[in-house]
């Protein structure tokens, strides 16, 4: 049992139930219904559903099945990809949209925009020799625009459309 190695704050796959209970209030909230309703629609109680989307309780884990179910149900693939992170893995949908090079053009603007940002800014709290909490914080903020805004690149390049073959 997982109860007997990790404490609740280690659980190693914690954030695939994060995932699981984002992608239900999301679909709930969409489609205006209650867990009742999703719990009906992937044929168990509202009991089972709370008790195998709580990471807590090692006596009904969530499944394969079951994320599989939900991911069917919702259309949502964010439990798949959180899995996926967990093994160091990538989910690419074998059909999307494709990327415009436009679409990407921007990307890659922003992208070095927010780089250049990073660059200025610590190159402005050098100047001194001397990085203050204020920088420090300035600095911080510049390079988590910058990783957005690459992570966002990063993502619509791994998600142009591959030609099955």
């Known amino acids: 049992m997982l ?13 695939v139930y994060e995932a699981a209970h984002q992608v239900v209030a999301d679909f709930m909230e969409r489609n205006r219904c209650k867990i009742d309703v999703v719990a009906a629609e992937l044929g168990t109680t509202t009991g089972v559903l709370y008790r195998q989307l709580n990471p807590k309780d090692t006596t009904m884990p969530l499944s394969i099945d ?9 259309g949502d693939n964010r439990i798949l990809e959180e899995v996926s992170k967990e093994f160091d893995l990538i989910v690419i949908p074998k ?16 992208a070095s925009i927010e780089n250049n940002d990073v660059f200025r800014v610590v190159k402005m709290a ?14 911080l903020k510049e390079i988590d ?21």
Do not use: S
Not at 3 to 12: A, L, R, W
Not at 104 to 110: A, Q, S
């Open 95 to 110: 059909r999307c949209e494709k990327a415009k090079a436009a679409d990407i053009n921007l990307l890659v603007d922003m």
């Open 145 to 165: 625009e910058a990783q957005k805004a690459n992570a966002e690149l990063k993502d619509r390049v791994l998600h142009i459309a591959i030609d099955d073959k």
């Open 3 to 15: 109860n007997n190695i990790f404490d609740t704050e280690e659980i190693p796959n914690y954030k």
């Open 126 to 139: 050098m100047a001194d020799e001397i990085i203050t909490p204020e920088e420090k914080e300035a600095i």
């Open 66 to 74: 079951r994320v599989m179910a939900i991911t069917k149900l919702t």
